[in-house]
C-alpha cells in the first residue's frame, strides 16, 4: 500500500461547480498535513495546511479525518484558474511524503 | 514571499558527465531538499540537509551526491549522468521549528535532460 494515495483524475467539473478530492494515508501517527496545487510545468505551491478542526481559505475547504486517515479539499465555485495537479502531503518519520496528484481540469 | 531559485530551468548533459544543480533560498531557513519528480511516481527524496554541512539521504540517493557549504545554498550533484537520472529536480527549503516534516517551498525546478 502505498504511503499517500490519490485519484490521479482527472476531474473535468464546469466552471462554477464544486468538487472534492479525498487522499488516503498510511501512517497512523502522522500529524501534518498540506495541500499543493502544481500546474503544468511548474514547482509545487502550498495550498493550505490541513488542521484537526478543518481549515477553511476562501472557496477552498481542507478536512481531516483521523479515524479513517484521510484528508479531503473541497473547492467551490470553480474557476478556470483552478485548473492544476492538487498534491496530498503528509509527514513521514523525518520527511514529507508527497502524493502523486489529483488532476483537476475547469472548463467554460 | 520566501524565495528559492535554481540555477537552470532546463539542462541537457551526456551521458557520463558530472553534473551539477544549485539551489538558492533566501529565506535564511534550516532545511533544504533535493527532489526529483517523473510521471506516475510524485516526487521522490533525494538528499536534504539540516545544517550546513550536514547532509542526510532520502529515498533515491543513489548516483547523487550534494554539499551544503553555506546556509543558503544547497547543491546536487550527478557524478556521471545517465540517462535514467533525465527527470525535472526541484528543490525546496523550509524553517527549522518542525525540522523537515514543515512546510516546504520549492524551486522552480530544473528539467534536466540526459542524452
Known amino acids: 500500500r502505498k504511503e499517500v494515495e490519490q485519484d490521479p483524475g482527472p476531474f473535468n467539473v464546469p466552471e462554477g461547480a464544486t468538487v472534492a478530492f479525498n487522499c488516503t494515508y498510511s501512517n497512523s501517527a502522522s500529524q501534518s498535513f498540506f495541500w499543493y496545487r502544481q500546474d503544468c510545468r511548474k514547482e509545487p505551491k502550498l495550498l493550505m495546511s490541513v488542521y484537526s478542526s478543518g481549515n477553511e481559505d476562501g472557496r477552498f475547504t481542507a478536512q481531516l479525518n483521523r479515524a479513517s486517515q484521510y484528508i479531503s479539499l473541497l473547492i467551490r465555485d470553480s474557476k478556470l484558474s483552478d485548473s492544476a495537479t492538487y498534491l496530498c502531503v503528509v509527514n513521514g518519520a523525518d520527511k514529507l511524503i508527497f502524493g502523486t496528484g489529483t488532476r483537476l481540469q475547469v472548463f467554460p | 514571499d520566501v524565495k528559492v531559485t535554481q540555477s537552470s530551468r532546463y539542462l541537457v548533459k551526456r551521458t557520463g558527465e558530472k553534473v551539477f544543480l544549485e539551489c538558492v533560498q533566501d529565506?535564511?531557513?534550516?532545511?533544504m531538499f533535493w527532489y526529483r519528480q517523473d510521471p506516475g511516481l510524485g516526487l521522490r527524496l533525494i538528499y536534504f540537509s539540516y545544517d550546513v554541512k550536514m547532509k542526510e539521504k532520502g529515498d533515491i540517493p543513489e548516483g547523487y551526491s550534494v554539499s551544503r557549504e553555506k546556509k543558503e545554498r544547497f547543491s546536487l550533484i550527478l557524478e556521471s549522468a545517465s540517462t535514467n537520472q533525465t527527470s525535472m529536480y526541484l528543490c525546496?527549503?523550509?524553517?527549522?521549528?518542525?525540522?523537515?516534516?514543515?512546510?516546504?517551498?520549492f524551486g522552480p525546478g530544473t528539467r534536466l535532460t540526459v542524452l
Open positions: 529565506m535564511d531557513h534550516e532545511n
Open positions: 525546496a527549503s523550509s524553517p527549522h521549528p518542525r525540522g523537515p516534516t514543515d512546510t516546504q517551498y
